[in-house]
Nanobody, 115 residues
Framework: QVQLVESGGGLVQPGGSLRLSCAASGSRFSISAMGWYRQAPGKQRDLVAVIDRGGRANYKESVKGRFTVSRDTAKNTVYLQMNSLEPEDTAVYYC?????????WGQGTQVTVSS
């Protein structure tokens, strides 16, 4: 079993920045990939960014150049640095961890971009 603890959401003005963190803990687990999804009201949950064991990252097209996903393997922690935030980025952001046998989700953290 893997537990995920997210932090870093909040309210920010357009053009601002936020950094999300997600720490995974548990016993005897091997992480294949970590990343972030988001879900805006009335919309489906979409992939934002994911990084695999080798450090390769993939991004949702609309966040390329603005968001950066990174991973601290020793701490089993994934980060999402979000710059140049836009109102369209407003959503609940969910941490996502993939192991060889299961998928785990964080509890979600609200990001609101508004003036």
């Amino acid at each position: 079993q893997v537990q995920l603890v997210e932090s870093g959401g909040g309210l920010v003005q357009p053009g601002g920045s936020l950094r999300l963190s997600c720490a995974a803990s548990g016993s005897r687990f091997s992480i294949s990939a970590m990343g972030w999804y988001r879900q805006a009201p009335g919309k489906q949950r979409d992939l934002v960014a994911v990084i695999d064991r080798g450090g390769r990252a993939n991004y949702k097209e609309s966040v390329k150049g603005r968001f950066t996903v990174s991973r601290d393997t020793a701490k089993n922690t994934v980060y999402l640095q979000m710059n140049s935030l836009e109102p369209e980025d407003t959503a609940v952001y969910y941490c996502h961890v993939l192991t060889p046998t299961a998928i785990y989700w964080g509890q979600g953290t609200q990001v609101t971009v508004s003036s």
